[in-house]
């Protein structure tokens, strides 16, 4: 009974992959279209015509990022599991194995937070024209020295 349990959460987890791998498959569909769009801008700007009437890449950027945040939160927290299962185990190269994958995964997750912040800050700086509003001085929270 124990081992049939077993086998439907490893059918979860798969079906769980199977669907946040089709997240980031549509995730890269969006950044295609964005692409598509910037360079219509750039043909546009090119012939001398309006390439502002063409709709901003932003929106499209800004949905493929949350995709991508989505899933791979999705898939860090899978290897959190298979670390918790490796640390109980008495394989030591499994446990080797889920400390690589816990690494790249922070790594891949932190990658994909900072590249959504730089979206964010250049959305703002389109709506805006600068971003003097979101620079802050660090240097008045340093203790002098």
């Known amino acids: 009974m124990e081992e049939r349990a077993e086998l439907q959460r490893g059918l979860l987890q798969l079906d769980g992959s199977v669907f946040f791998l089709i997240l980031l498959i549509l995730s890269v569909l969006f950044s295609f279209w964005s692409l598509l769009i910037q360079r219509g801008q750039v043909a546009a700007a090119l012939r001398g015509g309006d390439a502002q009437s ?3 890449p932003l929106p499209f950027k800004r949905a493929s990022s949350a995709l991508v945040i ?8 899978l290897a959190l599991g298979t670390l918790e299962r490796a640390q109980t185990g008495e394989d030591p190269l499994a446990l080797r194995s889920a400390q690589v994958n816990i690494l790249a995964s922070v790594l891949v997750l932190g990658a994909a937070l900072l590249r959504f912040y730089d979206l964010l800050l250049s959305e703002h700086r389109e709506k805006t ?8 001085d660090v240097t008045d929270d340093l203790p002098p020295v």
Not at 129 to 136: A, T
């Open 70 to 77: 989505g899933s791979l939160g999705f898939f860090f927290r």
């Open 54 to 56: 063409l709709p901003s």
């Open 129 to 136: 024209g600068d971003l003097s509003q979101l620079q802050l």
